[in-house]
């Protein structure tokens, strides 16, 4: 079916809004608004607020009900806007905190294959055996291959990036540049791929420093806390997006400082809850690991204060959306 919906003025769009039954409380600002997020996104945060169809409920096969075009009573665009920039400020605030997780993860990285040599990363006889294992998704080619062709573009985007420490080692040393210092240029998924190739003893020394007492659990935590950090930096939604990679159900007995985490594991026979507030622990439990004295749990804490009153008062609340638990602001993760 070819698309034909034409395009629409800002003034309209206010109209069309209003014509299914959103409130508009000030047209004028709802223009200027409008102009800043674009009616596109927008939709995305104000489609919690529109009427669940009565024929197309979830169902065992439909995770999800169907929404009407029509919105329940009492919601306006302020609270869609409001939305908005609550989940900016949270954005913010993740990617603050799994950016200083990516740099942990760079010097324990650098660090720990360093001891191997310098050039340990290229080198699969430094490597775990599963380096030469044949990627699960690309027929032919082992997971090292997939995962040095990945870090050779890294590596070509640096140098045409002017990054100086890569020139000097590409100038002065062949073009190779050695693991404590390449990490610097790897994405948070090379240096989690590279994670998973090293031998597991040297995952298992990583992991013990981020108080964890078993590298797949590390590693589990990761994927979603590199996919979680990609939909903050690129501007995504985030407040009510499930992450895609999913952990293992939380294992108290794989942490180094459980209590942190204990009130994760009342639910731990129920499916693992995968939106916001799972990840934003396991990022708080990695972050007091690295630094002891860390606040940004505290900053965590400030930017969830901020969540609209007028949205909680239509039924979103952090509880129901985004999976946080009764009381949590009381936990001593967050203390």
């Known amino acids: 079916m070819k698309y034909a919906k034409p395009h629409i003025p800002y003034d309209q ?4 809004l209003r014509s299914r039954g959103l409130a508009v409380e000030d047209p004028e600002r709802a223009i200027q608004d409008l102009k800043r997020i674009g009616y596109y996104r927008l939709s995305g945060y104000l489609y919690p607020f529109r009427r669940i169809d009565p024929e197309r409920q979830a169902t065992g096969k439909r995770t999800r009900p169907q929404r009407l075009d029509s919105f329940v009573d009492g919601a306006s665009l302020e609270d869609g806007v409001r939305l908005h920039d609550f989940d900016h400020r949270l954005a913010q605030v993740l990617l603050d905190g799994i950016q200083q997780i990516e740099i942990g993860l760079r010097v324990k990285i650098g660090y720990v294959l360093g001891k191997h040599g310098p050039f340990a990363h290229l080198d699969t006889a430094e490597l775990g055996p599963q380096a030469l ?3 699960r998704r690309i027929a032919g080619r082992s997971r090292y291959d997939v ?3 990945e870090y050779d573009d890294q590596q070509a985007k640096a ?3 002017k990054h100086e420490f890569v020139l000097h080692f590409v100038e002065r040393y062949n073009g190779e540049v050695p693991i404590w210092a390449a990490t610097e240029f790897m994405t948070m998924g090379c240096l989690v791929s590279l994670l998973g190739l090293m031998e597991r003893k040297d995952q298992r020394t990583i992991a013990r420093e981020l108080s964890l007492k078993n590298q797949d659990v590390l590693r589990g935590w990761l994927r979603p806390l590199n996919v979680l950090r990609n939909h903050c930096a690129h501007g995504n939604r985030v407040w009510n997006r499930p992450v895609v990679f999913q952990s ?12 942190f985490l204990a009130h994760l594991e009342a639910s731990s026979k129920a499916p693992v809850d995968h939106r916001v507030y799972f990840h934003s622990a396991t990022a708080a439990y990695l972050l007091k690991a690295i630094n002891p004295n860390t606040s940004w749990p505290t900053k965590f804490v ?4 901020t969540f609209p009153h007028s949205v909680e008062a239509l ?4 509880q129901t959306m985004m999976g946080f638990p009764e009381d949590w602001r009381r936990e001593d993760l967050w203390n």
């Open 133 to 135: 294992q044949e990627h």
């Open 13 to 16: 769009q206010v109209a069309l």
């Open 147 to 149: 995962w040095r062709r």
């Open 159 to 161: 140098e045409r990036g």
């Open 248 to 259: 293992d159900r939380l294992n108290l007995n794989m942490l180094s400082s459980p209590d």
């Open 315 to 318: 039924g979103l609340s952090a």
């Open 302 to 305: 400030e930017v969830m204060t």
